[in-house]
């Protein structure tokens, strides 16, 4: 069994929870990161290097001085918007720093690789929930850079690559012990808007109420970061098995509207969310719903986190823990 898992990014948000079931789970991961966007005190479930995955020296060390078999590889831009107002950043650090450390990983003959992608590789749904056969028309450069990575890594298959891309939906959620959670600056995401929101220190803007939606503001998957990083553990072991490389979706299969959002981080901390109606987003689809079957059958993985309350409490428990 594969025990030395080198996990980039993973002083991040999604990575330094998975480098923590890594652990629990017997494995060492080896976090590299460049803390351009993570925590040191994050990383602590294994050793850490920092710096980047286009190093790529540093990487090939890395990889021959920890006897690592497989690699997780988080590190990556991920802000839409960002993207399309400086693309450059996204060809650099996601396309030319992944395709980096491919190349490293096959110099040193390490071949398994799970990645993270994301439902951005979609574009605007043809239909809802999404399956891995729905078109992939990413509509802006984040998603762009993910979609030619998986198709980079499909070609690499003929240099004996072995890769699962899972496809996240929304990441939400933290560590229900409050070691962890998501700490993004600036912030992005919705339940921890809300709750900053909810502790007055801003008002949170709704982007978009006149959507065609059971109350006009748009439907998203939130799935917890401990079922995230349980997939990745679940992909390891299947391309350990010989399973066949591919992407996958990963989310709930349900989804939740802005205001369902507000009203569960409302019932968790018993406090109010003042927000604003704010124009829609360029580029927000009115719904983003995945359909897990692909992972649920071929990984054998099925979220624990299933309710909206129960994802929004732990990361309301991280929000109590850092005071
Ligand atoms: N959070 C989500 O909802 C979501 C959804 C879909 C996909 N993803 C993908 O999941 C991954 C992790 O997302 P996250 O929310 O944890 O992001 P994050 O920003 O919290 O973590 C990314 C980590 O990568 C590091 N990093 C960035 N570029 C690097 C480089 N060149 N070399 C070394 N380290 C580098 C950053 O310092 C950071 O610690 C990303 O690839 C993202 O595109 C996230």
């Not at 890594?22 to 966007?37: E, K, W, Y």
């Not at 078999?69 to 802000?79: E, P």
């Not at 939740?256 to 409302?266: C, K, N, T």
């Amino acid at each position: 069994m594969t025990k030395q898992i080198l996990v980039t990014g993973g002083a991040g948000y999604i990575g330094s929870h998975t480098a923590k079931r890594l652990h629990q789970a017997g494995f060492t991961p080896v976090v590299l990161d460049d803390l351009t966007l993570g925590h040191e005190w994050a990383a602590k479930f294994g050793p850490f290097v920092r710096g980047s995955i286009a190093d790529s020296e540093l990487v090939k060390r890395t990889l021959e001085q920890h006897d690592i078999q497989a690699v997780i590889h988080f590190a990556a831009s991920s802000s839409v918007g960002e993207s399309v107002s400086n693309p450059r950043k996204y060809v650099h650090n996601n396309v030319f720093g992944t395709v980096s450390l491919l190349d490293a990983m096959l110099e040193v003959g390490v071949k398994r690789i799970v990645f993270s992608s994301t439902a951005a590789t979609y574009g605007n749904p043809a239909y809802s929930p999404l399956d891995e056969a729905h078109p992939t028309n990413p509509i802006n450069p984040y998603g762009e850079s993910k979609l030619y990575l998986e198709r980079v890594m499909h070609s690499y298959e003929t240099y004996g690559l072995r890769w699962m891309a899972l496809r996240y939906f929304n990441a939400a959620g933290a560590d229900p012990a409050g070691e962890l959670g998501e700490l993004h600056t600036p912030e992005s995401h919705l339940i921890p808007l809300c709750i900053e929101a909810a502790l007055g220190k801003r008002r949170l803007q709704i982007f978009g109420t006149d959507y065609a939606t059971p109350d006009g503001t748009a439907i998203r998957d939130y799935i917890h970061v401990f079922d995230l990083a349980d997939a990745h553990i679940k992909a390891l072991a299947y391309l350990e098995g010989g399973g066949s490389s591919g992407a996958c979706n990963l989310g709930m299969g349900k989804g939740f509207s802005v205001l369902e959002v507000i009203r569960a981080v409302e019932r968790v901390t018993g406090l109010t969310v003042p927000f604003d109606p704010a124009p829609r987003r360029a580029g927000d689809p009115p719904e983003l719903v995945a359909n897990p079957s692909k992972a649920q059958a071929t990984l054998e993985w099925h979220a624990q986190f299933t309710g909206l309350d129960q994802i929004v409490e732990t990361a309301w428990g991280f929000f109590k823990t850092r005071g």
